[in-house]
C-alpha cells in the first residue's frame, strides 16, 4: 500500500521557521520525482516545488523562491521542506506527492493527506 505521510507542519509567527517531512512507502522511492503543493483558506490547491528523483533539478514557485528549500533523502525515503522568513500569506495545508517532476497537479500518481502550517502575524 502507498504511502506518503507529511509531518512538521504548526503554527508559527512570521518571520519563523518550519521543517516539513514526507516519508513514502509502498512504492519506489528513489524512482520518483517529488513535489510539495499548498492550499491556502478558500484558494485553489497551488504548486509550491518540485525536485527530480535524482536530487539534481528543483523548481520553485516564484511565491516562496529565495526562502523555501526542497530535499531529498533516498536513502530514508523521506523528502523535505525548509520554509524559513515564512509569511502570513504561507498559511496553508502543504501536500506533498510522488510523480513526475512538474508544476501540474495532474504529473502526480500519490499523494499525502497534508498537513497545517499556520503563520501568524
Known amino acids: 500500500q502507498v504511502q506518503l505521510v507529511e509531518s512538521g507542519g504548526g503554527s508559527v509567527q512570521a518571520g519563523g521557521t518550519l521543517r516539513l517531512s514526507c516519508a513514502g512507502s509502498?512504492?519506489?522511492?528513489?524512482?520518483?520525482?517529488m513535489g510539495w503543493f499548498r492550499r491556502a483558506p478558500g484558494k485553489d490547491r497551488e504548486f509550491v516545488v518540485s525536485?527530480?528523483?535524482?536530487?539534481?533539478?528543483?523548481t520553485y514557485a516564484d511565491a516562496v523562491k529565495g526562502r523555501f528549500t526542497i530535499s531529498r533523502d533516498n536513502a530514508e525515503n523521506t523528502l523535505y521542506l525548509h520554509m524559513n522568513s515564512l509569511k502570513p500569506e504561507d498559511t496553508a495545508i502543504y501536500y506533498c506527492?510522488?510523480?513526475?517532476?512538474?508544476?501540474?497537479?495532474?504529473?502526480?500518481?500519490?499523494w499525502g493527506q497534508g498537513t497545517q502550517v499556520t503563520v501568524s502575524s
Open positions: 525536485i527530480t528523483w535524482t536530487g539534481t533539478i528543483t
Open positions: 509502498g512504492y519506489s522511492f528513489n524512482t520518483y520525482s
Open positions: 506527492a510522488a510523480g513526475s517532476a512538474s508544476e501540474q497537479e495532474g504529473s502526480y500518481k500519490y
